[in-house]
């Protein structure tokens, strides 16, 4: 098969290639970021890079037309983006979706698209199953952004579908692992990491009682792959994700430990780091009942391997870090 990912070099994207890859499958990998974590493929005659961005329609059509599956996953991802630049994450996440499903009905392409637990927003109940409410603040607070711009793109999906698109919808839930970002940007576990391996103190946003639920990234591409091949997913959204649930303050914790490191745990209140833009989510936690019955796949990797691996592979990269 030929597989199409759009931001295809990204964490989650270069892992989906890889494994696409050892299948025998072809990948295209379509990204206009750094190809740091797709260089090993270069000289793979069954991986394809295109380095382009997801609103070049003509080059989104031309790719979609030569793929049999498209896994749409270029957006632009990180708590940094969605406070400092709404405009870039709006415009990506929704008119790059666009025009990814727009080619996929053109030419009757199955898609798997990419979205978050984040459309969840901050609905007190948990766990969240793919049918239940989502809890958002104003539009004042950016911080909704990306929220609601995986769940126009969730729309455009259902929209494409009711026309007849063979579509799955995928939401992660705090996917991690080796090539998660840089240290010291984007998520938490890199962000702890990185003050981690400095011995530098780990600052905790808030009291760190907040909850989240950690899934190392091999599970989550295991269900990932299966989204797109399986016929009972078209049409259905599906949690990814791990639902033991960690208060972020046993993260900042446990990066401690298991990195040897002698940092401290430092709590800042949300306002000093992200100003008024920001709003927390106190818990997020997933139903995976849909993903063990639909997709057949259960997070297995426990928090201390998947940190212990993740660590392993930051660590050379210490003496770089806060670059
Ligand atoms: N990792 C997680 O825990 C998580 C959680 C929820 C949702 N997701 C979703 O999964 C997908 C992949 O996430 P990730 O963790 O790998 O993030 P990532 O930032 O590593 O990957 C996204 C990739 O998209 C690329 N990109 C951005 N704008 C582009 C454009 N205009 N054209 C082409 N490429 C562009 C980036 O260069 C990057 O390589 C995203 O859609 C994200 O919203 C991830």
């Given at each position: ?6 931001g295809?070099a990204g964490f989650l994207g270069s892992h ?15 990204d206009?970021g750094s190809?740091a974590k ?35 996953m270029?957006a632009v991802v990180g708590v940094e983006f969605y ?89 992660y839930?705090n996917v991690y692992g080796p090539r998660l970002d840089a240290l010291d940007r984007g998520r938490v576990i890199t962000i702890f990491l990185g003050q981690a391996l ?16 950690f899934?190392?990234v ?37 990066v ?54 993740t660590i392993?592979y930051f660590?050379?990269a210490?003496?770089s870090a806060g670059e």
């Open positions: 098969m030929k597989i199409l990912i759009t295809g989906l290639g890889d494994t696409f890859l050892a299948r025998g499958d072809q990948v295209i990998c379509m206009l190809i797709v260089q090993h493929n270069f000289n793979n005659p069954n991986f394809v890079y295109v380095r382009d961005s997801v609103l070049n329609d003509a080059m989104v059509d031309s790719l979609v037309s030569q793929a049999d599956v498209v896994y749409h270029a406070v400092d630049d709404p405009y870039n994450v709006l415009n990506i996440n929704i008119n790059g979706t666009q025009t990814v499903l727009r080619a996929a009905y053109k030419y009757g392409k199955r898609v798997v698209f990419t979205s978050t637990s984040e459309v969840y927003g901050r609905n007190p109940k948990v766990p969240w199953a793919e049918d239940d409410d989502r809890v958002l603040g104003s539009t004042r607070i950016d911080r909704w952004c990306y929220s609601t711009s995986k769940a126009a793109g969730e729309h455009f999906c259902f929209g494409y579908h009711k026309m007849g698109l063979p579509v799955t919808v995928v939401r839930f400095r011995d530098d103190p780990i600052t905790v946003v808030g009291d760190g009682m907040q909850t989240r639920c899934t190392y091999t599970d989550a591409i295991k269900a990932t792959v299966e989204a797109g091949l399986r016929d009972e997913a078209i049409g259905e959204i599906c949690n990814i994700g791990n639902d033991l649930e960690i208060p972020i303050k046993d993260i900042a914790e446990a401690v430990r298991l990195s040897g490191s002698k940092s401290e745990i430092h709590y800042v209140p949300q306002e000093q780091i992200y100003g008024n833009s920001y709003e927390d989510v106190p818990r997020r936690v997933p139903d995976v009942t849909k993903m063990h019955r639909l997709l057949g796949v259960s997070a297995d990797v426990t928090l201390e391997e998947g940190l212990k691996a392993d660590k050379p210490k003496s």
